[in-house]
């Protein structure tokens, strides 16, 4: 009986080694070169005829082939559905691009001008009417612009972060660093300016104190005050004489009435909605508990 050449005998064994190696090669079939040179070794190992020694990689001269540096680790971060680092950059930079629209930049106007109102003001002794004219105009432009920016925002969706915060501050430093002015000028009684500034900061204390349980929405007064007070204010900065005089103190005492007025309205607001508030998260509790 002839015996079988041991060629033969490996070649039948290592054709169903090829086979199954180019299939998984083409079911796993990835951009890498992992995939590849494995696939390369599996069929390189059974070729028929192929000595003991010559199971290495697909490659004549013996060498392996080599994956290319970071692409299996690119590819394993986006299987796991991870944000690429270059990605987040560029999300960031466009957040970081997106305060700089109209509606900051007329909140950042605003906050330029209050040291510019303050130095045309107290220019030459703060009496000359010139200097107290083009401090009128300051103070003017910075209420103005009050009057668009949160428009703008809201209509163009393009509240941020920095306008929330910045908006509130730059409204009341106009205001305050006028009736300060006015009072140290002699023009503006001080218990005036405390009213008018201790019912500001009030409120906007009383609002940080029940934001978490709601906001105290703008009422019509509230509109209505801040409409009469830079009314007000703007006339007293003027240097007015006669019936004028007289009229602007009519003014102010209307914009005095309405900030007691308003902020007590704020006050009893902020009582209901604590109440029900605390009334809805015990009803929670209970109903979590049950």
Not at 55 to 72: C, F, I, K, L, Q
Request: proline share 4%; with cysteine; aromatic share 6%.
């Amino acid at each position: 009986m002839t015996g079988v050449p041991a060629s033969a005998a490996g070649g039948s064994s290592g054709a169903r080694r090829a086979a199954a190696g180019a299939a998984a090669a083409a079911s796993t079939a990835a951009p890498g070169k992992v995939a590849g040179t494995a696939a390369a070794r599996s069929a390189g190992g059974g070729a028929p005829g192929a000595g003991p020694g010559d199971s290495s990689g697909g490659r004549h001269d013996g060498t392996a082939d080599e994956a290319v540096p970071g692409e299996d680790a690119g590819l394993d971060a986006q299987d796991d559905g991870k944000t690429p680092r270059g990605a987040k950059i560029a999300a960031a930079a466009v957040n970081q691009a997106s305060v700089w629209n109209i509606a900051n930049l007329l909140t950042m106007l605003r906050l330029v001008l209050v040291p510019a109102f303050v130095a045309l003001m107290l220019a030459d002794g703060g009496y000359d009417p010139a200097w107290r004219s083009l401090a009128w105009a300051a103070f003017a432009i910075a209420m103005i612009t009050d009057l668009f920016d949160g428009h703008l925002a809201r209509t163009y969706n393009l509240v941020t972060d920095f306008g929330k915060i910045a908006d509130p501050i730059a409204d009341k430093a106009i205001m305050g660093a006028a009736l300060i002015c006015l009072s140290a000028l002699g023009d503006l009684p001080w218990w005036v300016t405390g009213i008018i500034l201790g019912r500001e900061l009030g409120v906007t204390l009383l609002r940080f104190l029940v934001i978490r349980y709601g906001v105290i929405p703008a009422s019509r007064g509230g509109k209505l005050k801040t409409l009469t007070q830079g009314v007000a204010v703007g006339m007293y900065v003027l240097a007015l004489t006669g019936w004028l005089a007289t009229l602007r103190w009519w003014v102010m005492a209307a914009a005095v009435v309405l900030t007691v007025v308003t902020g007590l309205d704020y006050v009893k607001q902020a009582i209901v909605l604590r109440r029900e508030g605390i009334a809805e998260r015990k009803a929670a509790l209970e109903e979590k508990e049950a």
